[in-house]
Every structure is written in structure tokens, then in C-alpha cells.
């Protein structure tokens, strides 16, 4: 049986890069698989040079969590916008290889620049999808008490909102489309999980234009923009959600290792609303 772990990232700013080179520091337009990963490890405690570590109970690799499968609703897109950055004194990649060691005469360079983007006021739910639910559980748990603090793609970004996803089944039993189910990981599938989730903690009233009806009321917490996920999903569920698939793309952002910073590639399906306009 499938379960889904889900996850909140909203924050004023964030920033999730895969292949950010020199001076240029890009970001995606939706969280990255090895930036999710990466959140998830520090709130496990898990050092990047270590290769195993101990997750509810039991030893995992962190190829147990880069096979989960991912994807990622968007709520609300975040605006692009750039930071004109200005360093000094800052350490040559060389003087890092050599920890704890004095530094040495050229070691710092007097001033570096770089541009760096991020995402302006973006809000996403996150989904890790298993037929593991003690290791979803173990991250649930995780996230309510994480060992390091917790930040959006870079340690500056911090999280608006709790990541860990929770819904006070007693207090909600009316809207929660997931009955008593344990917050944050529901017995469904990815993209039916993802799809279905409603956040009450957003809930700003929209409206919403389509060519063959009038404009109708819309709760903002039941809107998906878009939709990026591993693999495919059911004709049904996207008739109902009102997605249609614009594209594949390829994501390098498995980790295989943070410590020397090796990623694989990954494909992924990226699904757009079908509603005209949000007003």
C-alpha cells in the first residue's frame, strides 16, 4: 500500500538550485528533490559525510530517502528576483579542503561577487511517497522536533510557516479529506495525496474564470498552479483536478552523496492548471 508524507514550504524567500556554477546562483521555480532531502537531513541530525544513520529505529543510507518517490504541488508561485552579492575575505576552494588548519597567505580573496535568485513569497506541498510507513513516520516525527534548524534552500531562509504538515483531526472532521489518518502522512497515493490536501492554515478566499462557466468562489488552499511529480498520473484524477500536462523534464537532484556533492538525473511530469485565470 502507498502512503505519502506531505510537507509545507512557504517562507518570503527560497531558493532551490541544481546546477548553480561560479557566480551565477539559479534557482528552480518549485523545490528540489535534493533540497527536500537535504531538510530531511537536518532534521534527522544526519552529518553530510556520514553514509549511514539511524532512522526510527532502523539503519538507512540516504539512497533509502533519494528513491522516494517526489513531487511537488504548487499553491502559489513565487517571483523571481535577483540578489546583487558582494563577499569579502572570503576562503579559495583550496583553503577548504584543509579543515582546521591555519590559513595561509592567498588563501582569501579580497572581493567576490556573485548574482544570486531566488523565489519571492512562493508556497508549495510537498509529497515523498512509500510503501515505508515506519521511515515516513520517522520523518514525520523528525520534523516536529529537528535536530538542526530547518531553512528553504538556503541557512538565511527560514520557513514562514511549520514544514511538518499537520490537521487537528478532532477540530476539522467535517474538511479533512483524510478521516484519522496520522498528520502529515496519508494512505494514498503521490498525486492523489497532493492533490487532496488542504492546508488550513491558507485560506484566503480567490475566484476563478473559465471560459464555459462564470466566475466561481475558491478557497486558496484547494488551488494547484502546477504540478511537478515523478512519473505519471491517472487521466481521472486529472480531469478532476483540472491539470493537463505541458512537458517532461529532466531534474539532476537525486543525491547520491552531499559530502563530494554528487546528484543523478531524474525525469519528471509537469502538469499546468486548465482554469483560465485566478482574480
Given amino acids: 500500500m502507498s502512503h505519502t ?27 528540489s528533490k535534493s533540497g527536500v532531502i537535504g531538510l530531511l537531513c537536518a532534521a534527522l541530525g544526519w552529518d553530510r559525510a556520514a553514509t549511514t544513520h539511524v532512522v526510527g529505529g532502523q539503519t538507512r543510507t540516504l ?64 509529497g515523498l511517497e512509500s510503501d515505508d510507513r515506519a521511515l515516513l513516520q520517522a520523518l514525520d516525527e523528525a520534523l516536529a522536533a529537528p535536530y538542526w534548524p530547518l531553512s528553504l534552500g538556503r541557512k538565511a531562509f527560514m520557513p514562514a510557516l511549520p514544514v511538518r504538515y499537520t490537521i487537528d483531526v478532532a477540530s476539522s472532521a467535517t474538511t479533512n479529506p483524510f478521516g484519522a489518518s496520522m498528520p502529515g502522512i496519508v494512505d494514498l497515493p503521490l498525486g492523489e495525496a497532493l492533490l487532496s490536501a488542504r492546508d ?46 505541458t512537458r517532461k523534464a529532466q531534474r539532476t537532484d537525486v543525491p547520491l552523496s552531499f559530502e563530494d556533492r554528487r546528484f543523478a538525473p531524474r525525469e519528471v511530469s509537469i502538469y499546468a492548471t486548465t482554469h483560465d485565470a485566478f482574480v
Avoid: C
Avoid at 506531505?6 to 521555480?29: C, D, K, N, Y
Avoid at 533509502?64 to 546583487?84: Q, S
Avoid at 576562503?91 to 580573496?109: I, S, V
Avoid at 462564470?214 to 488551488?223: F, I, Y
Fill in 5 to 31: 508524507l506531505i510537507m509545507r514550504l512557504a517562507g518570503p524567500m527560497q531558493s532551490w538550485g541544481v546546477s548553480s556554477r561560479f557566480s551565477i546562483r539559479e534557482t528552480l521555480t518549485e523545490p
Fill in 63 to 126: 539512497n533509502d530517502l533519494a528513491n522516494l518517490r517526489f513531487g511537488v504541488r504548487v499553491v502559489r508561485e513565487g517571483t523571481v528576483r535577483r540578489d546583487y552579492h558582494t563577499a569579502q575575505n572570503v576562503l579559495r576552494a583550496k583553503a577548504k579542503l584543509r579543515p582546521g588548519k591555519p590559513t595561509a597567505d592567498g588563501d582569501l580573496q579580497n572581493t567576490v561577487l556573485s548574482e544570486r535568485y531566488y523565489l519571492s513569497d512562493a508556497y508549495f506541498l510537498v
Fill in 200 to 245: 488550513p492554515l491558507l485560506t484566503r478566499q480567490l475566484y476563478v474564470r473559465r471560459t464555459d462557466q462564470p466566475v466561481e468562489p475558491l478557497e486558496e488552499n484547494t488551488r494547484t498552479l502546477r504540478l511537478v511529480i515523478d512519473g505519471t498520473l491517472d487521466d481521472t484524477l486529472l480531469a478532476e483536478a483540472r491539470l493537463a500536462m
